[in-house]
C-alpha cells in the first residue's frame, strides 16, 4: 500500500494516537448524560441504543468513504434490476455494474463471474487444538488419540466479504479483493490437504462469496479423504446455496458457526454496511436441522463495547433459545481493529454479564471465548 493511500485511509478511519485500547480514546454519546459513561466510536458517533430509528449516521459515510480509498464498490448495489443469487445481499445490479463482493458483474443482462471456477483465496496449517469460535464442542480440537503426532486443520482464508464490519479483524482480504489475487481452483486447493489434516475451515472475508468454490473444494475432499468440514460467516449465504453447504458440513460431521453481529437492525447495518434479516432466516433454517445433540450449528456474539451490550445480547439470546436453546454459543471478547480502534476491549464485567443474561434467557451451553482479550476497562454495557 502505498502512503498516499495509507494516508487516505488513516484519515478516512480518523486514526487516534496513543494507547488504543483505553476508554479515554473513545467518545461518549452525546445523547446521554457523560456521567452514563456510554461510549460511542468516534467513526459513528452515538452509541448502539441511539441508532435505533437512526437513518443516517457517521458509520455509514465512514463505509463509504473507507471503500472508496480500498478501491471497492462503495454501498450494496440496490437500483438494477439483474439480481444476483450467489450469497444472501442479492445485490441488484444495473448493466455494467459490479456487485458488492467484487467478485461478478451484470453484463448482457446476465450475473458474470470475474474468476470463473476460481475463487481469491489463501491458506495456512494450523495445529490442533486451535483457537476455534467452536472450539470447546469440536470433536477435532481435542489432541490425538491414535494419531501419531500433530493434526492440522486447512484455514481457508477467502478474499471477499458480504459485509463491511468496521470492526474487522482480517482487513487484509480487501486488498484480496481488490487485486483479484491470489486465484485457487477447488482442485488446487483440496490438494493443500495432507495427511495430517483433521478439518478445514472457509472464513476470510467470508465464504458466503464464494459458495460454489466451497462446495466444490468439499466434495472433493469428501470423495477422496476424511476431513471434516466447516464454515465460519457472517451467515449471509444464499437461499440457493445454503442447502447445499449444510448438506456437505454434516455429510462431513462439520460445523457451521455464525457470527450474529447484531439483532437490531440499524446497529446491524451501522457496524456491517448491511442488512441481517436473511441471516437471521438462515440461521432459524439451520437449527431446524439439528439432530438429537449434534453440535452442527454454533452461534458467535462479539461483545463490542458501546454497542453490543446487555440488552443486544438479551435479544440475540431470546432468538437463539426461540431455535433451539441447545445451540453452542460463544460470547467473543472485542479488541480494537480496522475502524474501530478507539474502542476499549471488552471489559471482564461486560463479558460476565453477557453470559448471565444469555443463561437468563434460556441458551445451555454458553462459553466467554477469548479469555485474554478482556480487560478491566470500566463503561456502560447495558
Known amino acids: 500500500m502505498s502512503w498516499v493511500l495509507k494516508f487516505l485511509r488513516a484519515t478516512a478511519i480518523g486514526n487516534v494516537k496513543g494507547k488504543r485500547n483505553h476508554t479515554t480514546l473513545s467518545m461518549l454519546c452525546p445523547n446521554h448524560p457523560p456521567d452514563e459513561k456510554r461510549i460511542a466510536a468516534r467513526n459513528i458517533r452515538y452509541c448502539g441504543e441511539c441508532l435505533t430509528g437512526m437513518a443516517e449516521n457517521e458509520g455509514h459515510r465512514t463505509h463509504v468513504n473507507l471503500r472508496k480509498v480500498d478501491g471497492l464498490v ?5 437500483e438494477g434490476n439483474i439480481v444476483c443469487p450467489e450469497c ?38 494450523d495445529p490442533l487444538p486451535t483457537n476455534c469460535v467452536a472450539d470447546w464442542v469440536c470433536p477435532c480440537n481435542t489432541p490425538a488419540s491414535s ?39 477447488p482442485r488446487e486447493l483440496a490438494d493443500a490437504a495432507d495427511e495430517r489434516t483433521a478439518c478445514i ?20 475432499l469428501q470423495e477422496e479423504r476424511d476431513i471434516r468440514v466447516c464454515y465460519e460467516t457472517g451467515g449471509l449465504i444464499s437461499g440457493k446455496w445454503l442447502g447445499k453447504i449444510s448438506d456437505v458440513v ?33 440461521f432459524r433454517k ?69 453470559k448471565e443474561i444469555a443463561l437468563q434467557e434460556g441458551l445451555t451451553n454458553v462459553r466467554i471465548g477469548n479469555l485474554a482479550h478482556l480487560s478491566s476497562e470500566e463503561y456502560n454495557f447495558e
Open 88 to 125: 444472501a445481499n442479492h445485490c441488484r445490479l444495473t448493466e455494467g455494474q459490479m456487485g458488492f463482493c467484487n467478485l461478478r458483474e451484470a453484463k448482457d443482462g446476465q450475473i458474470v463471474e470475474l474468476y470463473p471456477e476460481k475463487a481469491i483465496v489463501s491458506w495456512y496449517f
Open 250 to 282: 454434516r455429510r462431513s460431521e462439520g460445523i457451521i458457526k455464525i457470527d450474529l453481529k447484531a439483532y437490531t437492525p440499524e446497529i446491524y447495518h451501522t457496524l456491517t454496511g448491511v442488512h441481517n434479516d436473511l441471516v437471521f432466516r438462515n
Open 147 to 185: 494419531f501419531e503426532g500433530t493434526r492440522n486443520n486447512l484455514a481457508v482464508f477467502y478474499g471477499s466479504c458480504s459485509s463491511d464490519c468496521l470492526f474487522c479483524q482480517n482487513i487484509s482480504y480487501r486488498l484480496m479483493m481488490k487485486r483479484g489475487d491470489p486465484l485457487m481452483s
Open 74 to 78: 462503495t454501498s450494496l448495489p440496490s
Open 286 to 354: 439451520l437449527s431446524r436441522m439439528i439432530r438429537n445433540s449434534e453440535s452442527f450449528l454454533v452461534a458467535s456474539i462479539l461483545l463490542i463495547p458501546g454497542y453490543i451490550g446487555v440488552s443486544e445480547v438479551r435479544r440475540l439470546s431470546n432468538f437463539i433459545a426461540d431455535c433451539d436453546p441447545s445451540i453452542p454459543t460463544a460470547l467473543l471478547g472485542f479488541t480494537p481493529h480496522h475502524a474501530m480502534m478507539d474502542l476499549p476491549r471488552t471489559s471482564h464485567a461486560h463479558a460476565q454479564a453477557a
Open 201 to 220: 475451515c472457509y472464513f476470510g472475508g467470508d465464504p458466503s462469496c464464494n459458495p460454489w468454490h466451497s462446495v466444490e473444494t468439499s466434495k472433493l
